[in-house]
């Protein structure tokens, strides 16, 4: 059975950093693309971050791209989004999402239960 | 960037009924789109993907269609269970993209 488990969310103040982490389990890891997913409070998804099984592909939305770092550890089964110069409008609910099995299955099959990460002072 | 509209963002409906979401991209992905389904403090949960495929446990009165640009999610005869927020996402090339979301309420 597919798992993710995201932790490190939490209070940080505005211009401050966090990371986060999702530890996988049930799947090949290291086959596997890895997205982060958030949802500001009350709000829809979208998508921030994606990197490939090997670690040497990372993708990022226009609204993180400088500031956020995705990255992986295949030995730990781990992806992690390291969060800096956070602003209030990354408060959300971030997701861990693995996508679907075969080459052209990018949509978001498994996904974790989120942790939130809130920037305020 | 590819954007992604979803139609209408809130819609009631009652049990039994045939309802029908609508989702437009502003360009061509071919089949590249998925359908999930949020219910209030939960993980979305992927329903419909490469347009048309149901996903691995997904009751049958859910389906999809559309090519293109054009993309409709139909759920057959609602249940109470399918009263939730429903999203199409586009992965057709990054950045990925999500519509706005169309919450299905009870009439």
């Known amino acids: 059975e597919v798992q993710l488990v995201e932790s490190g969310g939490g209070l940080v103040q505005p211009g401050g950093s966090l990371r986060l982490s999702c530890a996988a389990s049930?799947?090949?890891?290291?086959?596997?693309?890895m997205n982060w997913v958030r949802q500001a409070p009350g709000k829809g998804l979208e998508w921030v971050s994606a990197?490939?099984?090997?670690?040497?592909?990372?993708y990022y939305a226009d609204s993180v791209k400088g500031r956020f770092t995705i990255s992986r550890d295949n030995s730990k089964n781990t992806v992690y989004l390291q969060m800096n110069s956070l602003r209030a409008e990354d408060t959300a609910v971030y997701y861990c999402a693995k996508r679907g099995s075969g080459s052209l299955s990018s949509y978001f099959q498994h996904w974790g239960q989120g942790t939130l990460v809130t920037a305020s002072s | 960037d590819i954007q992604m509209t979803q139609s209408p963002s809130t819609l009631s409906a009652s049990v039994g009924d045939r309802v029908t979401i609508t989702c437009r991209a502003s360009?061509?992905?071919?089949?590249?789109l998925a359908w999930y389904q949020q219910k209030p403090g939960k993980a979305p949960n992927l329903l419909i993907y490469k347009a048309s495929s149901l996903e691995s446990g997904v009751p049958s009165r859910f389906s999809g269609s559309g090519s293109g640009t054009d993309f409709t999610l139909t759920i057959s005869s609602l249940q109470p269970d399918d009263f939730a927020t429903y999203y199409c996402q586009q992965y057709n090339s990054y950045p990925y993209s999500f519509g706005q979301g169309t919450k299905l309420e009870i009439k």
């Open positions: 360009q061509s992905i071919t089949t590249w």
């Open positions: 049930g799947f090949t890891f290291s086959s596997y693309v």
């Open positions: 990197i490939t099984g090997s670690g040497d592909g990372t």
